[in-house]
T-cell receptor, first 116, second 112 residues
Framework: GAVVSQHPSWVICKSGTSVKIECRSLDFQATTMFWYRQFPKQSLMLMATSNEGSKATYEQGVEKDKFLINHASLTLSTLTVTSAHPEDSSFYIC????????????FGQGTRLTVV | SQQGEEDPQALSIQEGENATMNCSYKTSINNLQWYRQNSGRGLVHLILIRSNEREKHSGRLRVTLDTSKKSSSLLITASRAADTASYFCATGPSGGYQKVTFGTGTKLQVIP
């Protein structure tokens, strides 16, 4: 199957700082990637859809100025958590599909963010 | 908002037994997928079933889909301790890229 790599796997940062998480499709081009957030013992909630070469589409309730998404190329999307607070501590995971239509989504391994 | 709800929320069985998890969803779908997540880890895709399919098999996994009832089930036969994980169903809308919406998940524990 296709490989989606996410980096870093875990990060600890201080309140008020920004953290960037990268999502790369290693062996295919992904014009669209998705970012999810998962709180402990809960399901994954879609945060935004990242579109190559254009602005991301955010889900209702997700602050676009807080969670900056950049899809600079067909293989890379980044999520930057700006001015992080302890409540931003969570598991963030991205996904990408090789093509449109009813195909599986490939997920990165996730990033555990802890804000202290 | 969550598209799917899974039942049960938690399941504990002995190794060798079968495990059945159910997923119900609310809106029309193009496909439904099942994923496994080990504690604190990323997601592993298990199986995708399209809306025009009723049943699909993959190894020890059997998935059924009933679009009239908006429900799906995942059966794991002859469970192993390594099957201990959380299992999520995820629905894909008609057309477009895989913007899947996840269910609430079932936490499965297989006791050796």
């Amino acid at each position: 199957g296709a490989v989606v790599s996410q980096h870093p796997s875990w990060v600890i940062c201080k309140s008020g700082t920004s953290v960037k998480i990268e999502c790369r499709s290693l062996d295919f081009q992904a014009t669209t990637m998705f970012w999810y957030r998962q709180f402990p013992k809960q399901s994954l909630m879609l945060m935004a859809t990242s579109n190559e070469g254009s602005k991301a589409t955010y889900e209702q309730g997700v602050e676009k100025d807080k969670f900056l998404i950049n899809h600079a190329s067909l293989t890379l999307s980044t999520l930057t958590v700006t001015s992080a607070h302890p409540e931003d501590s969570s598991f963030y995971i991205c996904s990408a599909s090789r093509e449109a239509g009813p195909t599986e989504a490939f997920f990165g391994q996730g990033t555990r963010l802890t804000v202290v | 908002s969550q598209q799917g709800e899974e039942d049960p929320q938690a399941l504990s069985i002995q190794e060798g037994e079968n495990a059945t998890m159910n997923c119900s969803y609310k809106t029309s779908i193009n496909n439904l997928q099942w994923y496994r997540q080990n504690s604190g880890r990323g997601l592993v895709h298990l199986i995708l079933i399209r809306s025009n399919e009723r049943e699909k098999h993959s190894g020890r996994l059997r998935v059924t889909l009933d679009t009239s009832k908006k429900s799906s089930s995942l059966l794991i036969t002859a469970s192993r301790a390594a099957d201990t994980a959380s299992y999520f169903c995820a629905t894909g809308p008609s057309g477009g890229y895989q913007k899947v919406t996840f269910g609430t998940g079932t936490k499965l524990q297989v006791i050796p």
